[in-house]
Nanobody, 124 residues
């Protein structure tokens, strides 16, 4: 069983940065692939970024490429999402998710463990 707790959300002006963190407990993260998803009001949860457990390869949805960076620190059992050049359309609740193994699907139903989410609001 893995427990995930996100932090770092808040209100930021368009163009500004924000860094989200996800702390894991209950198991070491080294054997888990990790991802960030987000859900805006009235919309489905969507994939944002992921990092593989095996290769450390990273994956991003097109709308955040070049602006967001996902990273993991297995020694500290954390995964982070550095978000730069934020836009109002990035406003959403951001969720950390994990799954065993090296595959990193962009489908939310394939992830086993989820955090409670952290709100990110970008003002124009």
């Amino acid at each position: 069983q893995v427990q995930l707790v996100e932090s770092g959300g808040g209100l930021v002006q368009a163009g500004g940065p924000l860094r989200l963190s996800c702390a894991a407990s209950g198991s070491t993260l080294s054997s888990y692939s990790m991802a960030w998803f987000r859900q805006a009001p009235g919309k489905e949860r969507e994939f944002v970024a992921a990092v593989s457990s095996s290769s450390g390869s990273t994956y991003y949805t097109d709308s955040v490429k070049g602006r967001f960076t996902i990273s993991r620190d297995d020694a500290k059992n954390t995964v982070s999402l550095q978000m730069n050049s934020l836009r109002p359309e990035d406003t959403a609740v951001y969720y950390c998710a994990s799954k065993r193994g090296g595959q990193v699907p962009n489908e939310a139903t394939l992830y086993d463990y989820w955090g409670q989410g952290t709100q990110v609001t970008v003002s124009s």
